[in-house]
């Protein structure tokens, strides 16, 4: 009996390896080109962490050609959500992080290195796994876990490094006929990888992000397929990631110290390994303190909220490419309207302790992305979400003609309007151009430089008879305030009044600030003048009524 007779009793069915080697060949692709997966597993919500991951590897394969696939990693069947593919799937949608090949549904996919779920691949581990054994490089152990629970409470006794090792690894020292024997007798078992390392030997290695990590070498004899049958996520990604030829492994930091582990098994495999890229979490600012965004404590770590608060796709995945490499602020400083896939990400140049997350400056990113938006594309998205999450926004914007108006004051000029970060916001933005939901509205110039009630009742009843003519143009319509203002003893401009302070009552911004507020309640809004043409003559007479006789 020799390792071989003992990998065909374990696995009579399975395939040679050839086969597979044969089925998915190595692609042909442009020197150079990148192959990425995002490869999570569908345990949950999605989180910010996983689209950041999913965005970075399909930014480098797409910026050099090359291919970025979505592969689900569910052999932990336990922790398996109903859905989880296809939420993450549509997650990527909403977020334009489509892949160019992988998983399409719960159950479809498409491409050529399926299937790309590994519930569905565990004959094509166990044929490696097989391959292993036959060259006594893996093997079946027999330690039920209260033998290993044992180990460990022996190791921690005894103060030393946990874990299925050297003289603690029983089974790897059965001979193979007493491994063969016990298989056949019914025994209940595992197959472990037979580690060729020793820990008190160092291995060097460079990751794309990290730069050079040092690690002592692995000596752990690792599960690599479970008792049900399915590989773990060590055995199962050498392998996916070797057929498939992903050339860079993107993944999330907390498998750095694995990478010990996967490049023996690549080498023992005999597969070339793929370069890795360790990206550090997101961290977000806590009081002063630095700490890992987290699923329980931060709604912004989900996905989802997003989509809820209505922060545009574009501005988010603007915003991430913005944390990832700090060259994004220049590069965008120098090229305000180019598209973000011409941005060239480099994968070295990221954070190796975590970029810090920061939900106002996400909001200023929207902001601009926003203010590049035509008035129908603000249209279109905001009755988008309100149909969803705000009934009341949704009737405001029935009247399109109208809501495109508004949407269109301060738009697609030099210096676009800014003062919509995310479709929640448009209602409040808006909410005064309605006379509908204004009315009754309590409006007050309490805080303003000019408060006094008569004096208030004078500008509106003067500019209303006088000054405002619907026709005027943006020029007349200001030289006409300036008149008024100059009638009623204010500066016409603001540099005489900051001349000769002692001259006037005030200036003639502090007059428009009355116009402003009377007619909108705010003292912030986008051109008065656009927002006048929009109202007309009959709502600005009625509004600036409510404060004289
Ligand atoms: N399924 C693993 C995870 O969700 C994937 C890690 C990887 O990308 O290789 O953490």
């Given at each position: 009996m020799d390792y071989k007779d003992l990998a065909e009793l374990i696995f009579p069915e399975v395939k040679d390896i050839s086969y597979y080697e044969e089925k998915y060949p190595r692609r042909e692709l442009k020197e150079g080109a990148i192959v990425t997966r995002y490869a999570p597993s569908p345990t949950g919500v999605m989180h910010i962490g996983g689209l950041y991951q999913a965005l970075i590897s399909k930014k480098v394969a797409l910026q050099t050609q090359g291919v970025y696939f979505l592969r689900i990693e569910d052999t932990d069947q336990k922790r398996e959500i109903e859905n989880g593919t296809m939420e993450i799937i549509k997650s990527l949608k909403s977020f334009n992080i489509?892949?160019?090949?992988?998983?399409?549904?719960e159950t479809e996919s498409k491409g050529?290195?399926?299937?790309?779920k590994q519930s569905e691949r565990k004959e094509i581990y166990q044929a490696y796994a097989k391959h292993l054994i036959s060259q006594g490089k893996a093997y079946p152990c027999f330690c039920r876990a209260e033998d290993v629970e044992q180990i460990r409470e022996k190791q921690e006794n005894a103060k030393i490094r946990p874990g299925?090792?050297?003289?603690?690894?029983?089974?790897?020292?059965?001979?193979v006929e007493e491994m063969a024997q016990k298989i056949k007798n019914g025994e209940n078992y595992i197959i472990r990888f037979k580690s060729p390392?020793?820990?008190d030997k160092k291995i060097k290695h460079k990751d794309v992000i990290k730069g050079n990590v040092e690690f002592p070498e692995n000596d752990q004899d690792i599960v690599i397929i479970k008792a049900d049958g399915l590989p773990t996520y060590h055995f199962a990604h050498c392998i996916d990631d070797h057929l498939m030829g992903t050339t860079h492994v993107i993944r999330?930091?907390?498998w750095l110290s694995s990478v010990p582990l996967h490049l023996q098994l690549f080498y023992e495999l005999g597969f070339k390994a793929p370069k890795y890229a360790h990206i550090a979490p997101i961290m977000k600012n806590d009081n002063g303190n630095k700490r890992k965004l987290s699923k329980r404590k931060d709604?912004?770590?989900?996905?989802s909220y997003y989509e809820k608060e209505g922060i545009p796709a574009d501005a988010v995945e603007e915003y991430l490419l913005n944390i990832a490499n700090s060259t994004f602020e220049n590069w965008r400083r120098a090229n305000k309207?180019?598209?973000?896939?011409e941005f060239e990400l480099q994968?070295?140049?990221?954070s190796v302790s975590g970029a810090l997350f920061d939900m106002v400056k996400l909001l200023d990113v929207g902001k601009t992305v926003i203010s590049k938006y035509t008035a129908e594309e603000v249209y279109n998205k905001s009755l988008e979400w309100a149909k969803k999450y705000d009934k009341e926004l949704e009737e405001m914007l029935q009247d399109k003609e109208y809501s495109l108006k508004i949407f269109s004051i301060?738009?697609?000029?030099?210096?676009?309007?800014?003062?919509?970060?995310?479709?929640?916001d448009v209602k409040d933005s808006i909410i005064y151009m309605y006379n509908k939901k204004y009315e009754g509205k309590e409006v007050t110039?309490?805080?303003?430089?000019?408060?006094?009630k008569e004096e208030i009742e004078k500008i509106l009843k003067l500019y209303i008879e006088k000054y405002y003519n619907e026709s005027d143009d943006k020029q007349t319509w200001f030289d006409k305030i300036k008149e008024l203002a100059g009638e009623l003893?204010?500066?016409?401009e603001v540099k005489e009044f900051k001349a000769n302070?002692?001259?006037?009552?005030?200036?003639v911004g502090d007059v428009s600030t009355v116009l402003r507020v009377a007619l909108?309640?705010?003292?912030?809004?986008?051109?008065l003048y656009e927002i006048m043409k929009v109202l007309g003559k009959e709502t600005i007479r009625d509004r600036f009524s409510l404060f004289h006789k």
């Open positions: 489509e892949s160019d090949e992988g998983m399409t549904s050529n290195y399926g299937p790309y299925y090792y050297g003289v603690w690894a029983k089974c790897r020292n059965n001979t390392g020793r820990e999330g930091d907390e709604p912004e770590a989900a996905v309207d180019k598209d973000i896939s994968l070295n140049k990221m301060e738009r697609g000029n030099a210096k676009p309007r800014k003062d919509i970060a995310k479709w929640s110039h309490e805080n303003q430089v000019i408060n006094n003893g204010y500066a016409k302070p002692d001259k006037y009552k005030a200036h909108t309640g705010r003292t912030n809004t986008p051109d």
